[in-house]
């Protein structure tokens, strides 16, 4: 079994700031026993600003703000203490851990994406070394930072095409209202084909996701194929019970899995090159979502953009919501000739779309 494991910075972290080491020791025993039993696990881990951050308070004695620029230092000062204690302890189980810092600009373009997957599959067929990946918060600029580790940690996912996403924090799963709240009960499985919940918007004292970011990522790797499990850090062998398909926290149920172009479409971050606006007949169509189809010219009122064959491409309705994406099979020049039309080739390929 593949599997991606993220956990927050509140998970190994105290209110002070201080590592958690009995909780990321827990982890690297489950991460590590499960490897030793032939599964293969990816641990996507937060924590270098806020170890940066308890580096700073004990050696130099000062406090640093939330700037950018402050948080990129500290990421920088972070990043190799929270390596050190992971690295320590995998060794004990005679592992190495590996280290790949990633930004959102790595994801670019599929080449960069490739790339990247090449290298965690090679570093996955290695028994003896884990991957460990957090963003390059050193060098992140705004604009291009991931919403947080939750949508890098689902990327990662979608990348390695796992069989499951497990997402661990300081909360036991998805409540039907705040857990604080008396009244509030853990949901144990969520459907996303069915009534999806609003969630609180609170966030924890040192991470920048949240419950939303948690259930936004967890719909999207559902519907590619990929099991979401959203559970606490501290129950017991948490990571192993899941892995065995034990019933912990909250479990959102995945559709059929999906080929890896479509995941790329579905996931990755590329640049999109334009825009096709689509009429209302395949607008109720593609809503319905109950034919396997592609984006023909003759259900295409208007285009924007100058695009190439193999570029991606929004879709848009007459009203200018983006329903989704894909793949553009031709150029903008010969979309300009078939728009329209009946008896021309698909523009976009059902294997290439990916409906919202």
């Known amino acids: 079994m593949k599997m991606v494991v993220k956990v927050g910075t509140q998970s190994i972290l105290s209110e002070q700031g201080t590592p958690l080491e009995s909780v990321i020791a827990s982890i690297v025993d489950q991460i590590a026993s499960l490897q030793k039993n032939k599964h293969k696990v990816v641990l996507v881990s937060s924590g270098a600003v806020g170890f940066g951050r308890n580096v700073a308070r004990q050696m130099l004695g000062k406090e640093y703000g939330s700037s950018i620029a402050e948080k990129q230092v500290l990421a920088s000062v972070g990043q190799h203490e929270l390596m050190h204690i992971y690295s320590q302890m995998f060794k004990k189980h005679n592992m190495l851990a590996s280290q790949l810092l990633l930004t959102k600009q790595d994801f670019h373009t599929r080449k960069h994406y490739l790339n990247i997957s090449r290298l965690i599959s090679e570093i996955l067929e290695q028994d003896n070394i884990t991957p460990i990946i957090n963003e390059n918060d050193s060098v992140s600029i705004e604009e291009l930072m991931f919403t947080d580790n939750d949508e890098l940690a689902g990327l990662i996912a979608s990348q390695i095409n796992a069989d499951k996403l497990i997402i661990l924090s300081n909360i036991e799963g998805v409540y039907t209202g705040h857990p604080s709240e008396p009244d509030a009960e853990l949901i144990d499985t969520m459907d996303p084909e069915n009534s999806w919940l609003n969630v609180s918007s609170v966030k924890s004292t040192h991470g920048r996701g949240g419950m939303i970011s948690k259930l936004s990522t967890a719909r ?55 825009r096709i606006i689509i009429n209302s007949c395949l607008d109720e169509i593609l809503k319905e979502n109950k034919r396997v189809i592609s984006i023909l010219p003759v259900g295409i009122e208007s285009y924007s953009g100058n695009f190439s064959k193999g570029d991606i491409v929004e879709i848009a309705t007459l009203n200018q919501k983006i329903l989704g994406i894909g793949i553009a099979r031709y150029d903008s020049k010969k979309l300009e000739e078939c728009i329209g039309k009946k008896s021309k080739p698909a523009f976009i390929h059902y294997d290439h779309l990916h409906i919202f």
């Open 220 to 274: 999207k790797m559902s519907k590619l194929g990929i099991v979401p499990h959203i559970a606490s850090v501290n129950q017991p062998n948490i990571i192993t019970r899941l892995a065995l398909g034990e019933q912990v926290g909250t479990r959102i149920v995945a559709t059929k899995k999906k080929s890896n172009i479509k995941r790329w479409v579905a996931y990755s971050d590329q640049q999109k090159s334009g």
